[in-house]
Protein backbone atom coordinates (compact mmCIF):
# COMPACT_ATOMS: atom_id res chain seq x y z
CA UNK A 1 0.00 0.00 0.00
CA UNK A 2 1.08 3.31 -0.69
CA UNK A 3 2.17 6.01 1.99
CA UNK A 4 -0.12 8.40 0.14
CA UNK A 5 -3.26 8.33 2.68
CA UNK A 6 -4.38 11.47 3.01
CA UNK A 7 -5.70 12.96 -0.61
CA UNK A 8 -7.42 15.97 -1.95
CA UNK A 9 -10.03 15.32 -4.89
CA UNK A 10 -10.05 18.69 -6.97
CA UNK A 11 -13.81 18.59 -8.13
CA UNK A 12 -14.81 16.96 -5.54
CA UNK A 13 -18.47 17.77 -5.45
CA UNK A 14 -18.45 16.44 -9.36
CA UNK A 15 -19.58 12.81 -10.77
CA UNK A 16 -16.55 11.46 -11.27
CA UNK A 17 -15.25 12.16 -7.78
CA UNK A 18 -18.41 10.49 -6.06
CA UNK A 19 -16.82 7.00 -7.42
CA UNK A 20 -13.09 7.74 -6.77
CA UNK A 21 -14.29 8.78 -3.15
CA UNK A 22 -15.87 5.69 -2.80
CA UNK A 23 -13.48 3.61 -4.03
CA UNK A 24 -10.70 5.27 -2.00
CA UNK A 25 -12.87 5.24 1.30
CA UNK A 26 -12.87 1.74 1.03
CA UNK A 27 -9.00 1.08 0.46
CA UNK A 28 -8.70 2.87 3.65
CA UNK A 29 -7.65 5.81 2.71
CA UNK A 30 -8.32 9.34 4.47
CA UNK A 31 -9.81 11.81 1.70
CA UNK A 32 -11.24 15.51 1.45
CA UNK A 33 -12.97 17.30 -1.50
CA UNK A 34 -12.24 20.08 -3.06
CA UNK A 35 -14.90 21.90 -5.44
CA UNK A 36 -16.54 25.63 -6.05
CA UNK A 37 -19.76 23.71 -6.04
CA UNK A 38 -21.14 22.71 -2.70
CA UNK A 39 -22.19 19.36 -2.48
CA UNK A 40 -25.88 17.98 -1.87
CA UNK A 41 -25.33 16.73 1.83
CA UNK A 42 -27.93 13.48 1.18
CA UNK A 43 -25.79 12.00 -1.67
CA UNK A 44 -22.24 13.02 -0.38
CA UNK A 45 -20.68 10.53 1.39
CA UNK A 46 -20.50 10.99 5.08
CA UNK A 47 -17.94 12.00 6.74
CA UNK A 48 -15.51 13.38 4.34
CA UNK A 49 -14.48 16.49 4.82
CA UNK A 50 -15.20 19.23 1.89
CA UNK A 51 -13.32 22.39 1.23
CA UNK A 52 -15.11 25.16 -0.74
CA UNK A 53 -12.94 27.54 -3.14
CA UNK A 54 -11.94 28.15 -6.43
CA UNK A 55 -9.11 26.74 -8.49
CA UNK A 56 -8.07 29.91 -9.80
CA UNK A 57 -7.52 30.62 -6.55
CA UNK A 58 -3.88 29.72 -5.37
CA UNK A 59 -5.19 31.08 -1.45
CA UNK A 60 -7.81 28.70 -2.02
CA UNK A 61 -5.31 25.65 -3.29
CA UNK A 62 -2.74 26.49 -0.63
CA UNK A 63 -5.73 26.45 2.19
CA UNK A 64 -7.53 23.32 0.54
CA UNK A 65 -4.13 21.34 1.12
CA UNK A 66 -3.51 22.70 4.64
CA UNK A 67 -6.84 21.82 6.29
CA UNK A 68 -6.72 18.16 4.40
CA UNK A 69 -3.05 17.29 5.46
CA UNK A 70 -2.90 15.57 2.14
CA UNK A 71 0.07 14.01 0.81
CA UNK A 72 -1.58 13.31 -2.31
CA UNK A 73 -3.58 14.84 -5.04
CA UNK A 74 -6.31 13.46 -7.19
CA UNK A 75 -7.24 16.20 -9.53
CA UNK A 76 -10.24 16.01 -11.64
CA UNK A 77 -11.52 19.62 -11.44
CA UNK A 78 -12.12 20.77 -14.87
CA UNK A 79 -14.15 22.52 -17.39
CA UNK A 80 -14.74 19.33 -19.87
CA UNK A 81 -15.78 21.48 -22.67
CA UNK A 82 -14.39 24.06 -24.99
CA UNK A 83 -15.99 27.31 -24.87
CA UNK A 84 -14.56 29.34 -27.41
CA UNK A 85 -16.62 30.76 -30.43
CA UNK A 86 -15.74 28.43 -33.23
CA UNK A 87 -16.80 29.19 -36.90
CA UNK A 88 -20.52 27.59 -37.74
CA UNK A 89 -20.67 26.47 -34.34
CA UNK A 90 -22.73 28.17 -31.14
CA UNK A 91 -21.25 28.29 -27.32
CA UNK A 92 -22.21 25.09 -25.51
CA UNK A 93 -23.19 27.52 -22.57
CA UNK A 94 -22.92 31.25 -21.77
CA UNK A 95 -19.16 31.30 -20.43
CA UNK A 96 -16.61 33.39 -21.16
CA UNK A 97 -14.50 32.73 -24.63
CA UNK A 98 -11.31 32.33 -22.72
CA UNK A 99 -12.57 30.58 -19.34
CA UNK A 100 -12.05 26.70 -20.71
CA UNK A 101 -8.56 27.95 -21.15
CA UNK A 102 -8.18 29.90 -17.68
CA UNK A 103 -9.66 27.60 -15.32
CA UNK A 104 -8.10 24.36 -16.53
CA UNK A 105 -4.55 25.89 -17.14
CA UNK A 106 -4.48 27.97 -14.41
CA UNK A 107 -6.10 25.98 -12.10
CA UNK A 108 -3.96 23.01 -12.53
CA UNK A 109 -0.95 25.54 -12.34
CA UNK A 110 -2.43 27.19 -9.05
CA UNK A 111 -2.83 23.88 -7.42
CA UNK A 112 0.51 22.95 -8.54
CA UNK A 113 2.18 26.12 -6.91
CA UNK A 114 0.16 24.90 -3.84
CA UNK A 115 1.48 21.06 -3.81
CA UNK A 116 5.22 21.98 -4.16
CA UNK A 117 4.59 24.45 -1.07
CA UNK A 118 2.99 22.19 1.04
CA UNK A 119 5.39 19.59 -0.13
CA UNK A 120 2.72 16.89 -2.06
CA UNK A 121 4.95 14.83 -3.83
CA UNK A 122 2.44 12.52 -5.66
CA UNK A 123 -0.40 14.14 -8.33
CA UNK A 124 -2.63 11.94 -10.49
CA UNK A 125 -4.56 14.05 -13.05
CA UNK A 126 -7.84 13.20 -15.58
CA UNK A 127 -6.47 14.39 -18.96
CA UNK A 128 -8.45 13.72 -22.05
CA UNK A 129 -8.03 11.29 -24.93
CA UNK A 130 -8.70 14.79 -27.28
CA UNK A 131 -5.30 15.75 -26.28
CA UNK A 132 -4.38 14.12 -29.41
CA UNK A 133 -6.62 16.51 -31.60
CA UNK A 134 -9.69 14.36 -32.15
CA UNK A 135 -12.08 16.28 -30.55
CA UNK A 136 -13.59 19.81 -32.63
CA UNK A 137 -11.13 20.34 -35.46
CA UNK A 138 -11.38 24.12 -35.87
CA UNK A 139 -9.21 24.07 -39.29
CA UNK A 140 -10.20 22.00 -42.63
CA UNK A 141 -7.42 19.38 -41.46
CA UNK A 142 -8.74 15.85 -40.42
CA UNK A 143 -7.35 14.44 -37.37
CA UNK A 144 -3.86 12.34 -39.17
CA UNK A 145 -3.59 9.13 -37.46
CA UNK A 146 0.10 7.65 -38.59
CA UNK A 147 -0.28 4.38 -37.35
CA UNK A 148 -2.39 2.13 -35.26
CA UNK A 149 -3.13 1.34 -32.23
CA UNK A 150 -2.49 4.72 -31.15
CA UNK A 151 -0.41 4.88 -27.85
CA UNK A 152 0.96 7.26 -25.41
CA UNK A 153 4.02 8.23 -28.15
CA UNK A 154 1.44 8.83 -30.75
CA UNK A 155 1.87 12.58 -31.90
CA UNK A 156 -1.11 15.24 -30.49
CA UNK A 157 -2.49 17.66 -32.63
CA UNK A 158 -4.75 19.54 -30.35
CA UNK A 159 -7.08 22.63 -31.79
CA UNK A 160 -9.50 23.75 -29.51
CA UNK A 161 -9.86 24.91 -26.43
CA UNK A 162 -10.31 22.30 -24.07
CA UNK A 163 -8.34 19.77 -26.00
CA UNK A 164 -5.44 22.72 -25.76
CA UNK A 165 -5.61 23.06 -22.16
CA UNK A 166 -5.50 19.28 -21.26
CA UNK A 167 -2.40 19.13 -23.31
CA UNK A 168 -1.06 22.43 -21.51
CA UNK A 169 -2.13 20.68 -18.48
CA UNK A 170 0.21 17.70 -18.88
CA UNK A 171 2.73 19.78 -19.81
CA UNK A 172 2.25 21.64 -16.50
CA UNK A 173 2.77 18.33 -14.35
CA UNK A 174 5.84 17.54 -16.43
CA UNK A 175 7.59 20.17 -15.38
CA UNK A 176 6.71 20.31 -11.76
CA UNK A 177 8.10 17.09 -11.63
CA UNK A 178 10.89 18.21 -12.91
CA UNK A 179 11.65 21.07 -11.03
CA UNK A 180 10.19 19.74 -7.79
CA UNK A 181 10.26 16.41 -7.93
CA UNK A 182 6.57 16.18 -7.58
CA UNK A 183 5.36 12.07 -9.06
CA UNK A 184 2.57 13.55 -12.23
CA UNK A 185 0.39 11.04 -13.78
CA UNK A 186 -2.00 12.05 -16.78
CA UNK A 187 -4.83 9.50 -17.44
CA UNK A 188 -6.33 10.69 -20.83
CA UNK A 189 -9.78 9.54 -20.47
CA UNK A 190 -12.22 8.41 -22.75
CA UNK A 191 -16.01 9.77 -22.54
CA UNK A 192 -16.98 8.51 -19.01
CA UNK A 193 -20.38 5.82 -18.64
CA UNK A 194 -21.75 6.51 -15.73
CA UNK A 195 -23.92 3.59 -14.15
CA UNK A 196 -27.21 5.44 -13.69
CA UNK A 197 -26.83 6.45 -17.18
CA UNK A 198 -26.64 2.94 -18.20
CA UNK A 199 -29.66 2.96 -20.73
CA UNK A 200 -28.53 6.30 -22.79
CA UNK A 201 -24.69 4.06 -23.62
CA UNK A 202 -24.77 2.00 -26.72
CA UNK A 203 -23.03 -1.23 -26.75
CA UNK A 204 -22.64 -4.27 -29.00
CA UNK A 205 -22.63 -1.78 -31.60
CA UNK A 206 -21.87 -2.44 -35.12
CA UNK A 207 -20.37 0.87 -36.53
CA UNK A 208 -21.62 2.31 -40.38
CA UNK A 209 -20.03 1.63 -43.40
CA UNK A 210 -18.26 4.82 -44.90
CA UNK A 211 -17.11 4.21 -48.27
CA UNK A 212 -15.67 7.92 -48.59
CA UNK A 213 -14.30 8.78 -44.94
CA UNK A 214 -10.76 10.30 -44.75
CA UNK A 215 -8.98 11.02 -42.38
CA UNK A 216 -9.03 9.12 -38.62
CA UNK A 217 -11.62 9.30 -35.57
CA UNK A 218 -13.35 13.04 -35.00
CA UNK A 219 -15.35 12.77 -31.59
CA UNK A 220 -15.30 9.18 -30.47
CA UNK A 221 -13.07 6.41 -30.90
CA UNK A 222 -16.35 4.23 -30.03
CA UNK A 223 -14.19 2.97 -26.41
CA UNK A 224 -15.68 4.48 -23.02
CA UNK A 225 -14.46 4.20 -19.31
CA UNK A 226 -16.64 3.37 -16.78
CA UNK A 227 -16.01 5.56 -13.62
CA UNK A 228 -15.38 2.74 -11.52
CA UNK A 229 -12.80 1.66 -13.65
CA UNK A 230 -11.01 5.17 -13.93
CA UNK A 231 -11.31 5.02 -9.51
CA UNK A 232 -9.33 1.92 -9.42
CA UNK A 233 -7.02 3.46 -12.36
CA UNK A 234 -6.67 6.07 -10.08
CA UNK A 235 -6.01 4.33 -6.92
CA UNK A 236 -3.18 2.17 -9.10
CA UNK A 237 -1.40 5.22 -9.49
CA UNK A 238 -1.29 6.72 -5.89
CA UNK A 239 0.39 3.27 -4.89
CA UNK A 240 2.45 2.57 -7.58
CA UNK A 241 6.61 2.17 -7.09
CA UNK A 242 7.29 1.97 -10.50
CA UNK A 243 6.75 5.24 -12.73
CA UNK A 244 8.56 7.70 -14.02
CA UNK A 245 8.86 11.51 -12.32
CA UNK A 246 5.73 11.68 -15.16
CA UNK A 247 3.85 9.42 -16.69
CA UNK A 248 0.87 9.52 -19.52
CA UNK A 249 -1.59 6.90 -19.83
CA UNK A 250 -4.79 6.56 -21.84
CA UNK A 251 -7.34 5.05 -19.90
CA UNK A 252 -10.68 3.14 -21.00
CA UNK A 253 -12.81 0.51 -19.37
CA UNK A 254 -13.42 -0.92 -23.40
CA UNK A 255 -14.72 -0.50 -26.51
CA UNK A 256 -18.38 -0.65 -28.02
CA UNK A 257 -18.19 -2.74 -30.83
CA UNK A 258 -18.65 -6.51 -31.13
CA UNK A 259 -16.27 -7.02 -33.84
CA UNK A 260 -12.59 -7.59 -34.17
CA UNK A 261 -11.01 -3.65 -34.36
CA UNK A 262 -9.60 -4.51 -37.36
CA UNK A 263 -12.19 -4.92 -38.78
CA UNK A 264 -14.22 -2.06 -37.87
CA UNK A 265 -11.46 -0.25 -39.05
CA UNK A 266 -11.59 -1.12 -42.78
CA UNK A 267 -15.34 -0.59 -42.91
CA UNK A 268 -15.80 2.84 -40.65
CA UNK A 269 -12.18 4.40 -41.29
CA UNK A 270 -11.39 2.81 -44.42
CA UNK A 271 -8.80 5.31 -45.21
CA UNK A 272 -6.66 3.69 -41.97
CA UNK A 273 -6.52 -0.19 -43.35
CA UNK A 274 -3.81 0.22 -44.24
CA UNK A 275 -2.76 0.81 -40.78
CA UNK A 276 -4.61 -2.07 -39.02
CA UNK A 277 -3.71 -4.90 -40.66
CA UNK A 278 -1.63 -6.39 -37.51
CA UNK A 279 -4.36 -5.32 -35.17
CA UNK A 280 -6.15 -8.45 -33.07
CA UNK A 281 -8.98 -8.17 -30.68
CA UNK A 282 -11.43 -5.62 -29.74
CA UNK A 283 -9.44 -2.90 -27.86
CA UNK A 284 -10.34 -0.29 -29.93
CA UNK A 285 -8.22 1.88 -31.73
CA UNK A 286 -6.86 3.61 -29.01
CA UNK A 287 -4.81 0.84 -27.08
CA UNK A 288 -4.53 0.13 -22.66
CA UNK A 289 -1.61 -1.96 -23.30
CA UNK A 290 0.71 0.81 -20.94
CA UNK A 291 -1.77 0.95 -18.55
CA UNK A 292 -2.07 -2.77 -18.32
CA UNK A 293 1.32 -3.55 -18.43
CA UNK A 294 2.82 -1.24 -15.95
CA UNK A 295 0.28 -0.39 -13.71
CA UNK A 296 -1.51 -3.83 -13.61
CA UNK A 297 -5.02 -2.08 -14.48
CA UNK A 298 -7.93 -4.75 -15.25
CA UNK A 299 -10.74 -2.90 -16.30
CA UNK A 300 -14.26 -4.87 -14.05
CA UNK A 301 -17.56 -3.41 -15.34
CA UNK A 302 -17.03 -3.61 -19.67
CA UNK A 303 -20.62 -4.67 -21.18
CA UNK A 304 -18.84 -7.75 -22.54
CA UNK A 305 -18.30 -9.65 -19.50
CA UNK A 306 -20.93 -7.48 -17.11
CA UNK A 307 -20.59 -8.19 -13.51
CA UNK A 308 -24.28 -7.94 -11.88
CA UNK A 309 -24.22 -4.47 -11.22
CA UNK A 310 -22.66 -3.31 -14.94
Known amino acids: MS ?3 NVLITGGAGRLARYTIDYL ?3 NYRVTAFDMVTPDPDSFP ?12 LEDNMRALHLSGADAIVHLGAITHDTSLQPGRSRIQRMPEDETMRVNTMGTYYLMDAARRFHVKTVVAASS ?30 EDSYSLSKLINEETLKAFGLAYG ?21 YNITPEARPNH ?13 PRDAAQAFALAL ?13 HTDSRHWEDTKTVVERHWPDL ?31 RNPPHDF
Open 182 to 202: IRTVAFRLNGVDYPFQRDTYK
Open 46 to 57: KGVPFVKGNLTS
Open 214 to 226: TGGPIGTTHQYID
Open 239 to 251: EATNLELFEAFYL
Open 273 to 303: KELAGHLEGTDGVITGRKLREKLGYEPKYSW
Open 129 to 158: YYVLGLGFRISDRPFRVHYLPIDEEHPLQP
Open 25 to 27: LER
Open 3 to 5: TNK
